[in-house]
């Protein structure tokens, strides 16, 4: 059963940092790309980042870019992400996602059950 399991959110103050951790189970952790993605209160999910399985390659939202670092060590099969500069507009659930091959040769989204971070002063 593949499992995602976020933690490391909580409330932060304006340009404040936070790390968030996913700790992947059920799958070949190493062989797969992995993403950050979002959803704040009535929005849309909100992809923010990538990371290849190798870790060499990554991609990021431009609503992130060079505040957020994506990384991951596969031999702990966790996933991180670094967030300074915090923003009230990046309050959010956060979360883990991977699209996994499955039953009949097909790809499955997956993403955790999040983590909730608040940015407020």
């Known amino acids: 059963e593949v499992q995602l399991v976020e933690s490391g959110g909580g409330l932060v103050q304006p340009g404040g940092s936070l790390r968030l951790s996913c700790a992947a189970s059920g799958f070949t952790f190493s062989t797969y790309t992995m993403n950050w993605v979002r959803q704040a209160p009535g929005k849309e999910q909100e992809w923010l980042a990538r990371?290849?399985?190798?870790?060499?390659?990554?991609s990021y939202a431009d609503s992130v870019k060079d505040r957020f670092a994506i990384s991951r060590d596969n031999a702990k099969n966790t996933l991180y992400l670094q967030m300074n500069n915090l923003k009230p507009e990046d309050t959010a659930v956060y979360y883990c996602?991977?699209?996994?091959w499955g039953p009949g040769n097909k790809q499955y989204d997956f993403r955790g059950q999040g983590t909730q971070v608040t940015v407020s002063s």
């Open positions: 990371i290849d399985n190798a870790g060499g390659g990554r």
């Open positions: 996602a991977a699209r996994i």
